[in-house]
């Protein structure tokens, strides 16, 4: 595996493969890497002939109360599974290379970013929107991956890719959980043990909203109140929101219909944790389409290049 730090070497190995009609698959991550991590980087390996993971602790996307310098950075570690898992190359670029002097420009996806994490971070997905675009013009990948656990994240990427004609697939993959429900996240190390027993009591509450909506009940505010309960169980917890939304806008629902995406966050002493769950129920009548973005550039649902 290769470790590439300058931005004009990893567009230079990019380029080259490119011109043999090798395909490239791209999984951007901020490091302090877990099985969530993992599972995309083996999906792009089954996908792609050449795969590029980067390892960016992304300044721009952290807001001035959130501590930039405690983001766990354990490299030896990301690249011991970068190289267990196959990539090809680890791009390590430095925050002076990202962003030199006189950088200004930056991207906003204004709805989608309007609620939920971008009212709870404001500059946060003007940060994601940008530093991925400007990773996607260096690696030149024509495949890349997101976990649903950062579900406005990847549906904010996706209306990006499409709205700027990046001309990248993005393959959003199924979050991975531990064994008692709790999404896996960078930021679960934090937890102490007393606080890690109770985390879980998220996840607990997005699958009793979904148990509701599956069983016939389509009132938001109930299925909301019973989230809310579930979570209320552990004092320490603070809810930052619990919704049931529209999976394309994000706008919340009033009546469920055939698509709703359960979103939630809460807060447990400093940490802050997301998660969601899409429940999709088949045979209902769609009420409110949204957009659907589908899988571009030669590529199906799946990731896999179309033949
Ligand atoms: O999801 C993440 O790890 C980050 O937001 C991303 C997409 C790598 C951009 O910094």
């Known amino acids: 595996m290769k470790i590439i730090r300058t931005t004009r070497s990893m567009t230079a190995w990019s380029e080259g493969l490119r011109g043999e009609s090798v395909t490239i698959g791209f999984v951007p991550t901020m490091g ?3 099985d969530g991590h993992r599972s995309l980087i083996r999906a792009a390996r089954l996908r792609c002939d050449a795969l590029v993971v980067s390892i960016f602790v992304n300044p721009t996307q952290f807001s001035p109360t959130e501590d930039l ?3 766990p950075r354990p490299i030896a570690h990301d ?3 970068c190289r267990e898992e196959g990539a090809d190359v680890c791009f390590e670029p430095t ?3 990202m962003y030199p002097e006189g950088f200004q420009t930056t991207l906003a996806v204004p709805l989608l970013a309007r609620r939920w994490e971008g009212a709870a971070r404001p500059h946060h997905f003007a940060g994601v929107a940008t530093v991925v675009t400007k990773l996607f013009g260096m690696v030149r990948p024509h495949l890349a991956l997101f976990g649903q656990k950062d579900y ?5 990427i996706r209306r990006l890719v499409s709205d700027l004609n990046l001309g990248v697939a993005i393959l959003v993959r199924p979050t991975v959980r531990e ?3 709790l999404a896996m996240s960078s930021r679960n190390v934090f937890l102490s043990p007393d606080e890690r027993r109770i985390a879980p009591l998220l996840s607990a ?3 009793a909203g979904e148990q509701m909506i599956r069983s016939g009940t389509d009132d938001v505010a109930a299925i ?4 809310r309960q579930t979570v209320e169980q552990a004092p320490a917890i603070q809810i930052e929101y619990l919704a049931v939304c529209d999976p394309d806008s994000l706008e919340p629902l009033s009546v469920v219909a055939a698509r709703a995406v359960l979103l939630g966050a809460i807060r447990i002493g400093p940490i802050r944790l997301i998660d969601n769950l899409l429940v999709k129920m088949p045979g209902r009548k769609v009420l409110n389409q949204g957009f659907r973005l589908k899988a571009e550039g030669g590529f199906d649902d799946l990731g896999f290049k179309q033949k």
Not at 152 to 156: D, F, P
């Open 95 to 97: 925050a002076a290379a």
């Open 69 to 71: 310098s405690r983001y």
């Open 79 to 81: 690249r011991a599974l």
């Open 179 to 181: 064994k008692d429900g």
């Open 32 to 34: 302090a890497l877990h």
């Open 205 to 207: 509450a997005l699958r």
């Open 224 to 227: 909301e109140r019973t989230m």
């Open 152 to 156: 406005q994240q990847a549906s904010l």
